[in-house]
């Protein structure tokens, strides 16, 4: 293997590490937070109230701040999530850095049995 392809997947690798080191923090300490809890309350409280009223607003710029608020709402009801989501990602892409003859021949068996 080149030397700068042998220093970009180490790079790539590094970069995955950290990654899903720090998905790992994120999730574990949203999950175990009491303080995080009642946000998420507060949140779905503040999302019910824009389900709830959107139909009573007819001024065009209020309810594209309805829209707005409601984007940034659910994305954070659902960061936790996300962040699962992107440490499994990473993990994949990790395991395939490392692995990547099982990893090939896995997709070149699945590959075969699907002609």
């Not at 779905?44 to 709402?73: C, H, P, S, Y």
């Not at 850095?97 to 070149?108: A, C, E, F, G, Q």
């Amino acid at each position: 293997m080149p030397k700068h392809k042998s220093n970009r997947v180490a790079s790539r690798k590094d970069e995955l590490i950290v990654k899903i080191s720090e998905c790992e923090r994120v999730v574990r300490e949203f999950e175990n937070s009491e303080s995080w809890k009642i946000v998420l309350r507060d949140i779905g409280q503040m999302r019910q109230k824009i389900d709830d009223n959107w139909a009573m607003v007819f001024e065009d710029k209020k309810l594209d701040e309805m829209r707005v608020t409601k984007f940034a709402v659910m994305y954070l009801l659902n960061i936790i999530n996300s962040y699962k989501s992107d440490m499994e990602l990473a993990k994949k892409e990790l395991h395939a850095i490392d692995n990547p003859n099982t990893v090939l021949n896995k997709y070149y068996d699945t590959e075969s049995n699907n002609e």
